[in-house]
């Protein structure tokens, strides 16, 4: 007997299983378990996927569904690991709630990287797993070291064709290739989700307007509140400069509400009809229903799958901000914003938003993204040294310099850093006091 466990915590990954179940991505089952993770800050007032509008669409894939939450309460799943010693009791203790007796077990886990998929990983000793990836991360490098025991059993990373032709470098250090989810099925399961959600009567009949993606960036300490409150004004600011009139605001689900004051009060002023959804739905059912005119948003995967797989016009704000402010320089979301930039036009630039105007093409973002992924991750990719060296002597200039820090590309000697005998400056005490003198000195004299 063969059991297949599909670990999710959203809506939207649990519809790229879907759409890869239907594919014939994963082999015949006896038994196919949708293992739910609510990993929210506290599950315990946040509903979880399988109480979202539409699940009941994606449900007939699985014969059970069960919450890890319950399983392992009052433990929280993203905080939660066993200890090593105790591994085969819990591994016991799994087999026994979830009724999988001696079945060979196959997992299929979103970032297994972090807990719980890490946690699953380790527990379950001989099952081989399936990572899947419905965003823009799994282009970027393994977060951090995977304990070899669990990454040897990986034997692909299945994520959707955000970016064709662009190779995701996830899990690449144990030799992982990469598999596309069909875009077709894909769209086709959200096709499905969007005509049926009970949610659906309350969207808002709005025809072709401009649709503004906000992210929550504060609560992940990238911006704050009020730097992103400012990063929607401009998102409708420039929606309102191209002549759009209608605009309709999808704030991330754990957004405050005050996080629309200052959009309403900006709308007021630019005479925009502005209109800010209070359900919870998918930006894909949004693209179906709608049609936006233009999607705008910060570096949300969203804006790839609406040019990818829906062909919409798009436009990016604010990534020259966050390619500054996203720390540590090995942040996951470092390759999402650096995609992002690097992809679509900017909302101010008229031109090319309203001609769709590509950035690099895939080869030269390939590039890009191999030698930002290795300066995060040197460790962990060694073997793209000698590219990445290469790549960075041959692209000395404003353009490609800004995804990189100089201080990170000096300490791991690459191109572009300090010169190697003026390293010592930033770290002498005595030439620093010297520097704030001299600096005295010069404003005395001008005063």
Same mark, same amino acid.
């Given at each position: 007997?063969t059991?297949?466990?599909?670990?999710?915590?959203?809506?939207?990954g649990?519809?790229?299983?879907a759409?890869?179940?239907?594919?014939?991505?994963?082999?015949p089952?006896?038994r196919?378990?949708?293992?739910v993770?609510?990993?929210?800050?506290?599950?315990e007032?946040?509903p979880?996927?399988?109480?979202a509008?539409?699940?009941?669409?994606?449900?007939?894939?699985?014969d059970?569904?069960i919450?890890?939450?319950e399983?392992?309460?009052?433990?929280h799943p993203?905080?939660?690991?066993?200890r090593?010693?105790?591994?085969p009791?819990?591994?016991r203790?799994?087999?026994h709630?979830?009724?999988?007796g001696?079945?060979?077990?196959?997992l299929?886990v979103?970032? +297994?990287q972090?807990?719980?998929?890490?946690?699953?990983?380790?527990?379950?000793?001989?099952a081989?797993?399936?990572?899947y990836?419905?965003?823009?991360?799994?282009?970027?490098?393994t977060?951090?070291?995977i304990?070899?025991l669990?990454?040897?059993?990986?034997?692909?990373v299945?994520?959707?064709?955000?970016?064709?032709?662009?190779?995701?470098l996830?899990?690449?250090?144990?030799?992982?290739?990469g598999?596309?989810v069909?875009?077709?099925?894909?769209?086709?399961?959200?096709?499905?989700?969007?005509p049926?959600?009970?949610?659906d009567?309350?969207?808002?009949?709005?025809?072709?307007?401009?649709l503004?993606?906000?992210q929550?960036l504060?609560?992940?300490?990238?911006?704050?509140?009020?730097?992103?409150?400012?990063?929607?004004?401009r998102?409708?600011?420039?929606?309102?400069?191209?002549?759009?009139?209608?605009?309709?605001?999808?704030?991330?689900?754990?957004?405050?509400?005050?996080?629309?004051?200052?959009?309403?009060?900006e709308?007021?002023k630019?005479?925009?009809?502005?209109?800010?959804?209070?359900?919870?739905?998918?930006?894909?059912?949004?693209?179906?229903?709608?049609?936006?005119?233009?999607?705008?948003?910060c570096?949300s995967t969203a804006?790839?799958?609406?040019?990818?797989l829906y062909g919409?016009?798009?436009?990016r704000?604010?990534t020259?901000?966050l390619?500054?402010?996203?720390t540590?320089?090995?942040?996951?979301?470092?390759?999402?914003?650096? +995609?992002?930039?690097?992809?679509?036009?900017?909302l101010?630039?008229r031109a090319?938003v309203?001609?769709?105007?590509?950035?690099?093409?895939?080869?030269?973002?390939g590039?890009?993204?191999?030698?930002?992924?290795f300066?995060?991750q040197?460790?962990?990719?060694?073997?793209?040294?000698?590219?990445?060296?290469?790549w960075?002597?041959r692209?000395q200039?404003?353009?490609?310099?800004?995804?990189?820090k100089?201080?990170?590309?000096t300490?791991?000697?690459l191109?572009?850093?300090v010169?190697?005998?003026?390293a010592?400056?930033?770290?002498?005490a005595?030439?620093?006091?010297?520097?704030?003198?001299?600096r005295s000195?010069?404003?005395?004299?001008?005063?």
């Open positions: 007997m059991t297949q466990i599909f670990q999710a915590s959203t809506l939207y649990t519809a790229t299983l759409a890869a179940l239907d594919s014939g991505c994963f082999g089952a006896d196919r378990i949708l293992l993770c609510n990993n929210s800050t506290t599950p007032t946040t979880a996927l399988d109480q509008p539409g699940f009941e669409k994606l449900r007939d894939r699985f059970d569904v919450s890890y939450n399983t392992i309460f009052p433990f993203g905080g939660w690991a066993p090593v010693d105790d591994m009791l819990w591994e203790f799994l087999r709630e979830w009724r999988l001696d079945d060979d077990v196959e299929a979103e970032s +297994i972090v807990n719980p998929s890490l946690a699953l990983g380790q527990i379950f000793t001989g081989p797993v399936t990572v990836a419905d965003g823009l991360m799994s282009y970027g490098p977060r951090n070291k304990d070899p669990v990454g040897t059993r990986v034997d692909r299945l994520h959707l064709d955000l970016v064709p032709g662009l190779k995701p996830l899990l690449t250090e144990f030799g992982v290739e598999e596309v069909p875009t077709a099925a894909f769209t086709k399961v959200l096709a499905d989700l969007g049926t959600d009970s949610g009567a309350a969207l808002p009949d709005v025809e072709e307007p401009a503004l993606l906000g929550y504060s609560a992940l300490e990238i911006l704050t509140p009020e730097q992103e409150d400012h990063l929607h004004v998102m409708l600011r420039g929606a309102a400069a191209l002549g759009h009139t209608k605009v309709v605001f999808k704030p991330h689900p754990s957004a405050p509400a005050s996080f629309t004051r200052s959009l309403e009060r709308a007021q630019l005479k925009v009809e502005l209109t800010v959804l209070d359900t919870p739905v998918l930006a894909e059912v949004l693209y179906q229903r709608m049609r936006p005119a233009l999607v705008v948003g570096f804006l790839l799958t609406a040019r990818a919409l016009p798009v436009a704000i604010g020259e901000v390619l500054e402010q996203v540590p320089y090995e942040n996951s979301n470092r390759i999402p914003v650096t +995609i992002v930039d690097a992809l679509l036009p900017e101010g630039d090319a309203e001609e769709q105007r590509r950035g690099m093409d895939v080869e030269e973002l590039a890009l993204v191999r030698a930002v992924g300066a995060m040197p460790k962990i990719l060694p073997r793209l040294r000698s590219e990445v060296e290469g960075l002597a692209h200039n404003p353009r490609t310099l800004r995804y990189f100089r201080r990170r590309l300490s791991l000697a191109p572009g850093g010169p190697a005998q003026l010592f400056i930033p770290r002498n005595t030439v620093r006091r010297v520097a704030r003198k001299a000195l010069r404003r005395g004299a001008r005063d």
